[in-house]
């Protein structure tokens, strides 16, 4: 028998420390992240959000459980509204800690210029989960919506600048840090753009340089794997007229005007420049538009207002993969892939132009595109803006791509064509989702749509509704980043949460769950002052799952207290850094308590924690004197507890006790092959976490007692339980272990019908492998005075004809039957007691029967009544079951009318047309509407077709 290796608490639970969202803050968002601290000896945690009203927590708006430390709540919040929270800590035992205090925070109004939109969800099993990220044009708003169209989150452009001026707000990407970055259009204010990085709760998490030439950052800002920022910035160059342009007058004497190209830049986090390249540098100027210079000159009547867009860049994108920047080239219709070390063109795709510098994709036929991408799969997705096709229509395309002797060979591999009027010629999105399905964007139309794969409409954002958006992005939700880390349990002291641990070796386990919607890796790192504990290490965990870290070290000393520190960092938010601290304490631990309750009757009982004095009446001082048995082949007469062992103890009414000594962590039993009679440790353990190296355990076989033996998948502290095993050998309860086998369900109740009594389910009609009728044994009957059923040889299933055994003191007993195999024509299934009282089980229903030691279930020819008759019903008085039977010679329709002593109608327990033979049907006392009735006299009547009697029944309570 092995003891703690760490003290584990279930009492004594600790008040909770609330974290966030905090008191008094104000939310620009409907999903609501709260957090709070471990409390001590809490396995689960109970949330309230409540409004802010004179009911608040007596009538809770949201309440849920929770085992970690934090909670995302994505509905039932409203805008313009405030509300409380508050937790509280629960244990294995199901016990629950004090609440915190109560904490408010107010949700702000929504946004004036923001409303919910029309959407049509056509396949609301296609659509990508998620909610979807836009911007309003031209106002400085980013937002989002839920599926449905109502909006979720926002921020608009109130925050401060460094310089001190004022920028409109534009989004670009969702970052997975949990932040997002975008554009800051300074035009208004005659400022170049910039870039920026922004929380979810509008505040300026980075800012890029705003001293940038000629309006600065326009379009497009990606985020670079190594945490750098790529921009599209404008640049002006002065070149001579073209010979093909013909001034208008007010140019005269003017030979060179000034062309507008694009730089990319790359910055890293301190604003300093790392990375560029120049449209200047790099494209041939004899690959120009002159309807368009010829255009703008028109329109520019004065010089100083001029300049040639030459090539109006709309995109960037960097691909890790192949080392590659995109560039989307809208004037030119052309997409040039650079390669990023060299800063050379790998090739141009598009249009061809004089140069002859476009080499690839020439017969793919797009034009002024937008929102250029590489897919997961390598392909190139775009949103083609179509504007040189006649008649005019936008698409979205993926294009693939095949090396043939060094040029890539193009090939459109999807292809979705837009309405003309719905089709947009200027900015818009196409974008791939997670699902398969892809998200189309339409600026001018301000219209959404999500296809799946072969094309067909799942989801639209339906076009022409205020508002009008450049792109939009679908992601799960505003947290990418969520994690919760599970120390060990500890003590909360004065001095702070602290453990106690013998001297020598010692693990301790820390869990890490990752609450985002993103996997992530995590670097963790355990130390304390003293060097007993050096280890860290990385981790990658999936979205919705956790992981136990095992951190090992050597205690060398007794009677000092040492500090640990545990650091978890997230790969991709390193900002959002978690630190642990508690105390070790290698003096000897402290007494704990463990409360027991137990029922009036026969209980099993066992002693999880090692204590001074184990006699029976010193642990349990309500017992009945001489009752506590314990199992070994036979009950046999015992005195004292020892950990591990199970035993019966009797108490003349339901009670709890209190048990004070060193809680053990881990026990080893020897069991016997057959029945054994256990018990655990001094916390919860899991049947499918108990080391079993022989696999001795029967599945399905673990048996605890509450007035009847109950199934069960968990030892409980201070509780014994029946457990059955193949062979002699040994097994391994421990705390906190990994569970090591699969979940399953025993259950027979969708293999056979069922006959429950008090509780205990049998099942009969069923044919069962020798594997599966291993699982179905019963537990040795407990002792005289308890109740028990079962079918003879201590089986909980049979096949045909099976013989009940009942143990019970009552005089009567309801059982509920459902009958899910039916049986060939004119048979039932009749249940026979020894004073040959017969009851059919027909279909499913509850009867009351009239005790007997004995029943037997058969299969019995029906015979078909002579007449209509109509039963006394049984029993009678009653309190509150009772059972009616009639007779039907042919089939009617029935009417069973239950009236009371003035003649006014109650409920009608039938009502229905039913074939001929002999029917039951039981009630429990209520009315139609499920309201218990009061002791009385009453009626009930069967009314047919062809026959109508009454009969008196009187209701005793």
């Not at 970690?68 to 313009?80: A, N, S, V």
């Not at 060398?556 to 938010?573: K, N, Y």
Request: include cysteine; charged fraction near 20%.
């Amino acid at each position: 028998m092995k003891y703690f290796t760490f003290i584990l608490f279930s009492i004594s639970i600790a008040t909770a420390q609330l974290v966030k969202p905090a008191n008094g803050d104000s939310l620009n968002y409907l999903q609501v992240y709260f957090e709070w601290e471990q409390i001590s000896g809490a396995k689960s945690y109970q949330l309230q959000i409540a409004e802010n009203d004179s009911l608040g927590f007596q009538n809770p708006l949201i309440e849920q459980v929770d085992s970690t430390l934090l909670l995302i709540i994505e509905d039932g919040l409203e805008w313009d509204k405030t509300y409380q929270w508050r937790i509280r800590g629960i244990d294995d035992n199901d016990n629950h800690g004090p609440w915190s205090e109560n904490w408010s925070f107010y949700i702000l109004p929504l946004h004036p210029e923001l409303s919910s939109f029309n959407i049509v969800i056509y396949d609301s099993s296609e659509v990508q989960p998620g909610i979807t990220i836009m911007d309003l044009l031209g106002s400085g708003l980013i937002y989002a919506i839920n599926v449905h169209g109502d909006p979720v989150w926002f921020v608009d452009s109130n925050v401060e600048w460094d310089n001190g001026m004022d920028y409109k707000v534009q989004f670009t990407y969702f970052l997975k840090n949990g932040n997002f970055i975008g554009l800051a259009d300074g035009r208004e204010n005659n400022e170049p753009g910039r870039v920026f990085e922004m929380t979810i709760d509008n505040d300026l998490a980075w800012q890029g340089p705003g001293d940038l030439e000629g309006i600065g950052v326009h379009h497009d800002v990606f985020p670079m794997p190594n945490g750098n920022i790529i921009a599209l910035t404008s640049q002006d160059t002065l070149l001579p007229v073209p010979d093909e342009i013909e001034l208008p007058e007010t140019y005269s004497g003017i030979d060179a005007l000034p062309w507008q190209g694009d730089r990319i830049v790359e910055w890293n986090r301190d604003g300093v420049e790392v990375w560029s390249w120049s449209v200047f540098s790099h494209f041939n100027f004899i690959d120009w538009n002159p309807n368009l210079y010829q255009d703008l000159l028109y329109t520019h009547p004065i010089p100083a207002d001029f300049h040639y867009e030459w090539t109006h860049s709309n995109t960037v994108w960097y691909d890790p993969i192949d080392n590659a920047v995109y560039l989307s080239v809208r004037n030119m219709s052309r997409i040039t892939k650079i390669d990023y070390d060299t800063g050379n063109i790998v090739w141009n795709m598009g249009s061809e132009m004089p140069s002859g510098d476009v080499t690839v994709g020439t017969d793919l036929g797009f034009s002024w595109q937008h929102s250029v991408k590489i897919l997961d799969n390598q392909n190139l997705m775009m949103y083609d803006n179509g504007n040189e096709n006649d008649p005019f229509y936008s698409r979205g395309l993926e294009i693939s791509f095949t090396e043939t002797d060094s040029i890539s060979d193009t090939e459109i591999v999807w292809e979705y064509e837009l309405p003309e009027d719905i089709s947009s010629g200027l900015m818009s999105d196409c974008d791939r989702l997670s699902n398969g399905n892809s998200l189309l964007t339409s600026t001018t139309s301000n219209h959404i749509l999500e296809v799946s794969p072969d094309s067909v409409k799942v989801w639209e954002l339906l076009p022409f509704q205020e508002g009008s958006t450049f792109r939009s992005e679908r992601i799960p939700g505003l947290y990418p980043q969520a994690f919760s880390v599970i120390q060990p349990d500890f003590i909360d002291e004065e001095s702070g949460p602290t453990i106690y641990l013998p001297t020598g070796e010692a693990t301790l386990e820390y869990e890490i769950h990752n609450e985002g919607w993103m996997n992530e890796i995590y670097e963790y790192n355990l130390s304390d002052d003293l060097g007993w504990f050096s280890e860290s290490g990385t981790v990658e965990i999936s979205p919705g799952e956790y992981t136990i870290i095992p951190m090992s070290g050597f205690i060398s000393d007794i009677g000092i207290i040492d500090t640990l520190e545990f650091t978890v960092i997230p790969q991709h938010a390193p900002f959002r850094i978690k630190t642990y601290f508690l105390l070790l304490n290698t003096h000897l631990p402290p007494l704990e308590e463990i409360t027991i309750n137990y029922n009036t009757d026969w209980n099993l009982v066992g002693l999880p924690s090692e204590v001074e004095d184990p006699y029976y009446q010193t642990i349990f001082p309500t017992s009945v004197e001489n009752t506590l048995y314990s199992f070994d082949v036979t009950y046999n007469l015992d005195s004292t507890l020892v950990p591990g062992r199970g035993y019966w103890l009797k108490f003349e009414e339901e009670g709890s006790t209190i048990i004070t000594g060193n809680i053990i962590d881990e026990i080893t039993l020897t069991l016997d092959e057959g029945w054994n009679l256990v018990s655990g440790p001094g916390n919860i353990v899991s049947i499918y976490s108990v080391t079993d190296p022989d696999g001795i355990i029967i599945p399905g076989t673990l048996y605890g007692f509450e007035y009847n033996y109950i199934p069960s998948e968990e030892f409980i502290p201070g509780k014994s339980y029946w457990l059955n095993t193949f062979q002699a050998g040994e097994i391994t309860l421990t705390i906190g272990a990994v569970a090591k086998a699969s979940q399953n369900s025993y259950s027979l109740k969708s293999k056979g019908n069922t006959l429950t009594i008090n509780g205990i389910e049998l099942y009969f009609g069923i044919e069962l492998t020798d594997r599966e009728r291993m699982s179905c044994s019963l537990p040795p009957k407990p002792p005289v005075g308890a109740f028990d059923a079962r079918f003879t040889g201590d089986w909980k299933y049979c096949g045909e004809e099976c013989l009940i055994e009942i143990m019970n003191n009552a005089q009567n007993l309801t059982l509920f039957y459902d009958i899910v195999l039916p049986l060939e024509n004119k048979y039932n299934w009749v249940l026979l007691s020894e004073e040959n009282e017969e009851y059919i089980l027909d279909v499913s229903g509850k009867i009351t029967v009239n005790i007997s030691d004995r029943f037997t279930l058969v299969k019995k020819l029906i015979s078909v009544p002579k007449t209509f008759t109509l039963y006394q019903n049984y029993p009678n008085p009653f309190n509150p079951y009772t059972t009616f039977k009639y007779d039907l010679p042919i089939r009617s329709h029935v009417i069973l009318v239950i009236y009371d002593i003035i003649g006014e109608e109650i409920t009608r327990l039938v009502n229905t047309t039913q074939d001929a033979g002999s029917k039951t049907i039981g009630w429990n006392s209520t009315d139609r509407f499920g309201r218990p009735v009061s002791s009385s006299v009453y009626f009930y009547e069967l009314q047919t077709e062809y026959f109508n009697q009454r009969r008196k029944m009187i209701l005793l309570k």
